[in-house]
Structure formats: structure tokens, C-alpha cells
């Protein structure tokens, strides 16, 4: 059994305390693991994955298997919107000198981001984007120097999701 096989996300999380980051796994729901760093936060999930499979053996149960991703995706979307917003985001992508899919495409990895899946995002960057790979570091983001297997770092999206909300005051 790798534990490294698992799928950990580590997010920045904060309390009355301060910040700190929590680890969760994604096949073991009700496991939540908190350190003052990302690393500590990823090591403490990787020593309980161990530990519950360790225990589950003990009691003759089964270790939930890592999560396998779906990558026999074509990338095509066919989507129906109204011909006003057709309009509208035909005219911005004119108005930024993009295309109409880059202009789509950009505005969905946006909202994955600010949603939370902040990996998925440089996922994005580094293949579709037509300005290349450091077109995440241009915007702001962080890239960790070195990822780990099925660790995905995310940003505390306080901050993101009320630039997100900015449009819908008053």
C-alpha cells in the first residue's frame, strides 16, 4: 500500500487561533489533519492514511483504494447559452484579442479556481493556455517547487470568493 497513491488536498484554513493548513483525504472522508505548513499538514495525512490502513488490516477490513483519475476526456463541451450572452462574450474576447474558446476557457478555469481547485487551474495553464507555462506565475499564483503525487494545494478562498462577489452588492 503507497499512501502516496492517495489523493490529499491541503488547503490554508483559519480559527481564532490564526491560520494553519488542513490536509484532507479524499477517500477517507472524515479524516482532517492540521499543521502550521502544507508539508506538515500532507506528512500528518500520509502517517494517518498509514495508520488506518494499518488498523483496518488488524480488523480484517479493507483499505479503501486510491482514487484512479479519469483522463479519457475529449475536452469538447457542447453548451446552449442565450444569444445576449453569445454576444457578450464574443465582443469581450474581441476586446481582449483572444478567441471565443481561450476567452470560455480562461473564465472556467477562473471559476475553478476560485471554487477551490486551485491545481486544476495550473493543470490548464501549463497545456491550453496559447501564453505558456508561466502564465500562472503572471497572474499571481505560487508554484510549490516541488508536487507531490495527488497533493493539491489550495489557496483560502475568502478573499477570491468576495473579488468574486463584488458584482453582486447592492
Not at 19 to 47: H, K, M, N, Q, S
Not at 83 to 102: F, Y
Not at 137 to 154: I, T
Request: overall charge negative; some cysteine.
Amino acid at each position: 500500500m503507497n499512501p502516496h497513491a492517495y489523493s490529499i488536498t491541503v488547503r490554508q484554513v483559519h480559527d481564532e487561533d490564526g491560520a494553519c493548513f488542513e490536509a484532507r483525504v479524499r477517500e477517507l472522508p472524515d479524516v482532517a489533519e492540521y499543521g502550521d505548513t502544507v508539508e506538515e499538514a500532507y506528512e500528518l495525512a500520509i502517517d494517518t492514511i498509514e495508520t488506518v490502513a494499518a488498523a483496518l488490516a488488524e480488523q480484517g477490513k479493507r483499505m479503501p483504494s486510491p482514487h484512479e483519475p479519469n483522463d479519457e476526456y475529449s475536452g469538447r463541451i457542447t453548451l446552449r447559452v442565450p444569444k445576449s450572452l453569445h454576444r457578450d462574450l464574443a465582443e469581450a474576447a474581441e476586446t481582449d484579442g483572444v478567441s471565443l474558446n481561450q476567452l470560455i476557457s480562461g473564465a472556467l478555469a477562473t471559476y475553478i479556481g476560485v471554487r477551490g481547485g486551485a491545481a486544476s487551474v495550473d493543470r490548464f495553464f501549463e497545456h491550453h493556455a496559447p501564453w505558456g507555462p508561466a502564465a500562472s506565475q503572471a497572474v499571481g499564483r505560487a508554484r510549490p517547487e516541488a508536487v507531490k503525487p495527488n497533493l493539491r494545494v489550495v489557496r483560502d478562498n475568502t478573499a477570491l470568493q468576495a473579488e468574486a462577489n463584488w458584482g453582486n452588492a447592492g
